[in-house]
């Protein structure tokens, strides 16, 4: 089911203010998003999380279980935690309106750290190409 060849590593910047059970939840979708993961792939155990990262398992636990509840990973009792088959909406409008959402909501929290429109695509199309 997973790809053996990869194995995903979680970083965490505790100088972000970020809370640590969000890094990792951004991280996922990060790496679903620029095609690091992908349907099937195994995320590394909760106890391997924490150790690695030295945080509590139940920061893990709590990143994992909201991923879930939105449907990006799916686990398996004694098999382990995978990337969930998400199916893209087929309807345009649909795809068009959660692409709105999202750029919304990035542009808004970006813009309150202080970043420009400009700096974001600046950013976006340099991520594009790694």
């Known amino acids: 089911m997973s ?4 194995v995903f590593a ?3 910047d505790p100088a972000s203010g970020v809370p640590v ?8 979708q990060a790496g679903i998003a620029s095609g690091s993961l992908a ?3 195994q995320l590394p155990t909760v ?5 690695d990262l030295a945080i509590n398992p139940n920061t893990v636990m709590r990143a994992y279980r909201e991923l ?5 990973i799916d686990t398996e009792h004694g ?3 995978f990337i969930a088959d998400r199916k893209q909406p087929r309807d345009s409008a649909e795809r068009a309106r959660q692409l ?4 919304t909501e990035f542009a808004a929290r970006a813009g309150t750290l202080g970043f420009t429109v400009q700096q974001l695509i600046e950013k976006l199309q340099e991520k594009g190409r790694k």
């Open 79 to 81: 098999t382990g935690t």
């Open 10 to 12: 979680f970083r965490l």
């Open 68 to 72: 879930e509840i939105r449907g990006v």
């Open 3 to 6: 790809r053996a060849s990869r």
């Open 47 to 51: 106890r391997q999380v924490a150790v």
């Open 39 to 41: 349907s099937g792939d």
């Open 21 to 28: 059970y969000r890094q990792l939840i951004d991280q996922v």
């Open 100 to 103: 709105e959402q999202l750029a």
